[in-house]
C-alpha cells in the first residue's frame, strides 16, 4: 500500500493499515525442526481470530474516520468557494472537484486520494471478511481434530491421571500404521488384547487395535492374571436399544465404555480361524454373580456368524451337529428379526423375543434381549428379557452381563 503526506489523518491511517496488512500477510515461520503441539496449534488459531477481529474493527473505526474527514473537506472546499447556502457534504464536494476552477489544487488532491483509500478499505473490509469465516471454519476442524484424537487417546477406568512415562508409551499404541504397506513401522498397534498384554500392559482400558485383514478399530480390554480379554458385548443399564436388525450387528453399535455391542465381522476378525476362549459374566438383582468359560469359533458372514462350541457347553445352548467334518463341535448360527437363522422352523426367535443372537431353539439363551429395570409381572413379558437359563432360569431377566473373548496362541510361525 503506497502512502501519500498530503494529510496528517490520511498518513496516521494509511500508516496503520499498512501496519496490520504487514502483520497479517507475514507470520513467523514455523521451526520446521518440531511439530507444533495442540496447545501450539490452539494458540495460533485462537491468534489468528483475534487478528481478523481486530482487523474489521480497525477497518469499522477506520471508515467513520474517512466520512467524517469527507465531512469537514466538503465544508471547507464551500468555504474557500464563498458560497452562502451550504450544500451537502458530497454534493460540495463533487462540485469542488468538477466544476469550480477556484478550488484549491490540494483539496481536489485529497479528495481523489481519499476515493482511492475508501475502494482499497472496501476491498480490505471483503478480505476480512471472508478471511474471517475461514479462520473460523479452521478453529473448528481444530477442535473436531482435537476431540477424534482424545477419543483415541486410551483411557483407564479408575486411572484419572497417567505418569509421563506411561502417556508416552500408550501414545505409541494408538498410532495408526504407516499408510505403505511395506514400510518399517517402528510401533505397530496390537492385533488384539492378548498381544497388548505379551507387550507388558497390565491395565484395563480402552485401546486400538488392527486385527488381521480389518481395519483398525477401539476395543475395550479387560487385562487378567491369564491374559487379555477383548469386551465384545456389555449389557448394564438399558441405555442401549439391541432390537435392531442384521446389519447393525454385523458392524457393531453402542458406546465401548458403556452399553455396546463390538460387531459380529469385528468378532470374526479377532478370532480368524484359530478360535478362542469366550468369557460370559452374568449378574442378577441380587448381586449374585456368575462366571463361565469355555471354547469357541465364529464362522464369517457365510455361515451366518455361526458359533462353534463343544457338545458339553453347546448342547445347554440348544445347538445341533455342526457338520460332518467336526462331529465333536456343534454349530448356533446368529439370528435378528430381519435375518432368521435360528434351529426352530416354526418360529423367529429373534422376532418373537428381542435383540439378535445365536438362539438355537429360543429357549436357552439370550443376553441382547429387552433390558428390564424391574421385574415385569406377566410371563410373556419376562421372557423377552436378558435370560440364561441354566444359571437363574428361563423368565428371570438379568441386572447385568459382559461377554468377552480371547483368541488362541498363534502359531510359532506367526
Known sequence: MRCTPTASAALVLCAATAGLLSARGHPASPDPQRPASWDEVNVLAHGLLQLGHGLREHVERTRGQLGELERRLAECGAACR???????????????????????????????????????????????????????????????????????????????????????RLLKITRFPDPAPNATRLHRLPRDCQELFEEGERQSGLFEIHPEGSPPFLVTCQMASDGGWTVIQRRLNGSVDFNRPWKAYKAGFGDPRGEFWLGLEKIHRLVGDRGGRLAVQLLDWEGNTESLRFPARLGGEDTAYSLQLAAPVATKLGATVASAASPGSLSLPFSTWDQDHDLRGDLNCAKSLSGGWWFGTCGHSNLNGQYFHSMPKQRRQRKKGIFWRTWRGRYYPLRATTVLLQPAERAAAA
Do not use: F, M, W
Not at 478453529?139 to 491421571?161: A, E, F, Y
Open 82 to 168: 464563498g458560497v452562502g447556502a451550504s450544500p451537502s457534504p458530497s454534493r460540495a464536494l463533487d462540485s469542488a472537484v468538477a466544476g469550480d476552477e477556484e478550488a484549491p489544487e490540494t483539496l481536489r488532491g485529497l479528495q481523489t486520494q481519499l476515493r482511492a483509500q475508501n475502494s482499497r478499505i472496501e476491498q480490505l473490509s471483503l478480505k476480512v471478511a471472508q478471511q474471517q469465516r475461514h479462520l473460523e471454519k479452521q478453529h473448528l476442524r481444530i477442535k473436531n481434530l482435537q476431540s477424534q484424537v482424545d477419543l483415541l487417546t486410551p483411557t483407564h477406568v479408575g486411572n484419572g491421571v497417567v505418569d509421563p512415562a506411561r502417556r508416552k
